[in-house]
């Protein structure tokens, strides 16, 4: 195998005990916040050349989010390597019980295109937080951050802990053959299922980053101007190539007609009469991506937008009504600047088409009422969820970031990340004295050790009270 090797070179630094100190960990993480600093410029010109991302999205998502987790973990990484006490029975009260917070070993992060340093380099700081070694996978699509992170990276992290390999399809089927202590995805859901089952084979744990098609309902009672730009900046973010951007809309036929020309007073706000024009408006990353998605404006009728101009891999911030579910564009997810608008006739229509399909990765909905957002988080199951928003939720590290069913295993962001990559080994140092104490669970056994047995290690409903 082409990667065994470096694998077992990294295997061996995680052996020698070389990236346990805090102090490691700490100049380690500081060597990325150098790295986003210094090469802030190289970052930005590369989103740029790889899919046309305007340097203010690039900004705010590959480096300043990935500054804000950064330093919330160095912020607190002392307290969260800490050993967690827990609580003992009568028989170990002078015993220590608690949870050690240990590296995995070594783990391999895969990363998308969409946000190429964004998706590899969060992880990567929870990673090296937690103490492991890394391989790290960038997209091999996304030409130019691909070879930024390949050539930079390894200027600043200790190259006998962390690697950064570059490869195809058939080079990460081969890379995924070795036994590595953790894997972490961020992709589709048909390779999410392949990075799975060559995990299994070594019995590796794994976080999956999927996605899917996030529902974003709008109640009849709402602010349609607010809606429209909430939902316009989410769906057109990065050229909707964004994994919890709101793929489709479901309100009353009352609602599109409100909504059809606030939409196109927010989209000519945004990015002007010509979107194509805008500095502010990305392009779709390949031409693969291009055609199949130019492909689904063929679904209702297209109320919005609709140019294309393939050389340029441009699609305009489109929005389609009337769209049915048998259509194509709700088929898969769009992963593109594409809004159907599903008519349904109330909130339970509208929760009972969501809950009929896969679990999404994100759920929007829109109301004045907090009763009604209410009733959406209640009745419904998804990854994360944002009320009278769309993507803020993704901007918090207090939260968890993850998908559930089709759209993911698993959460990260902030501690979640630590936690993530992290072991959390139970642990019991007792007293070697005091050996009178264990007599109870020795053998010969009695009803009164029993007795006594059960008087020491019973755990008691709360609140309870028993009768003599």
Same mark, same amino acid.
């Given at each position: ?37 210094? $090469? !802030? ?7 740029? +050349?790889?899919?046309?991302? #305007? ?11 990935? $500054? ?9 990484? +002392? ?23 240990? #590296? ?58 962390? *690697?950064?390999?570059? *490869? ?20 589709? %859901? ?6 799975? %089952?060559? *995990? ?18 709008? +109640? ?15 769906? &057109? ?8 951007? #709101? ?42 991506? &291009? ?73 929007? *909905?829109?109301?004045?009422?907090? $009763? ?22 993704? %901007? ?24 993530? &990559? ?20 020795? #053998?010969?056994?009695?009803?009164? !050790? ?11 409903? $709360? ?6």
């Amino acid at each position: 195998n082409p990667y065994a090797g470096l694998v077992s070179h990294l295997r061996a630094a995680w052996l020698s005990g070389k990236t346990r100190p805090m102090e490691y960990r700490v100049a380690q993480l500081e060597a990325l916040g150098r790295f986003l600093d210094e $090469k !802030k410029q190289d970052i930005l010109e590369a989103t740029a +050349s790889d899919m046309g991302k #305007p340097s203010f999205e690039a900004y705010f998502t590959e480096i300043l989010l990935c $500054k804000n987790e950064l330093n919330n973990t160095l912020n607190n990484l +002392s307290h969260w390597m800490k050993d967690e006490h827990v609580d003992k029975n009568l028989v170990t009260q002078l015993d220590s019980a608690f949870i050690r917070k240990d #590296p995995y070993g070594v783990v391999l992060i895969i990363a998308p295109w969409n946000y190429p340093i964004h998706l590899f380099l969060v992880p990567l700081i929870g990673a090296i937080a937690a103490g492991n070694c890394v391989v790290v996978k960038p997209s091999e699509t996304t030409k130019n951050s691909e070879r930024l992170i390949a050539e930079m990276l390894t200027c600043y992290l200790d190259n006998d802990c962390f *690697a950064v390999v570059t *490869a195809g399809v058939q080079e990460t089927t081969r890379l995924l053959e070795n036994k590595f202590d953790y894997i972490f995805f961020t992709g589709t %859901t048909s390779v999410g299922r392949i990075v799975m %089952t060559a *995990a299994a084979k070594h019995l590796t744990p794994v976080t999956l980053e999927l996605g899917g098609k996030n529902p974003c309902y709008v +109640s009849d009672t709402c602010d349609v101007q607010n809606v429209a730009r909430r939902v316009a900046w989410g769906r &057109f973010f990065n050229a909707g190539q964004t994994c919890i951007a #709101p793929d489709y809309v479901l309100c009353s036929v009352e609602m599109q007609e409100k909504l059809m020309p606030a939409l196109r007073e927010a989209i000519t706000e945004f990015f002007g009469s010509n979107p194509q024009e805008s500095p502010d408006f990305g392009r779709i990353m390949g031409d693969k991506q &291009f055609r199949r998605i130019r492909a689904l404006l063929c679904s209702g009728r297209v109320a919005i937008g609709g140019q294309t101009d393939e050389k340029e891999r441009y699609i305009a911030p489109t929005v389609l009504a009337d769209v049915l579910p048998s259509d194509p564009a709700m088929q898969e997810e769009i992963f593109g600047p594409i809004l159907p608008i599903v008519v349904v006739a109330n909130m339970d229509e509208a929760i009972d088409f969501i809950n009929a399909r896969p679990r999404p990765l994100a759920i929007y *909905a829109f109301s004045c009422d907090s $009763k009604g957002v209410n009733q959406v988080l209640e009745r419904t199951s998804s990854g994360g969820f944002c009320g009278n928003d769309t993507l803020m939720h993704v %901007t918090l590290t207090s939260l968890p970031f993850g998908g559930i069913g089709n759209s993911g295993l698993g959460k990260y962001h902030g501690k979640f990340t630590f936690d993530t &990559f992290t072991h959390h080994r139970g642990c019991l140092h007792r007293n070697m004295g005091l050996e009178a104490l264990n007599a109870l669970r020795y #053998p010969p056994y009695s009803q009164q !050790k029993l007795g006594l047995l059960t008087a020491t290690f019973e755990i008691k409903r $709360k609140g309870m009270c028993t009768l003599l």
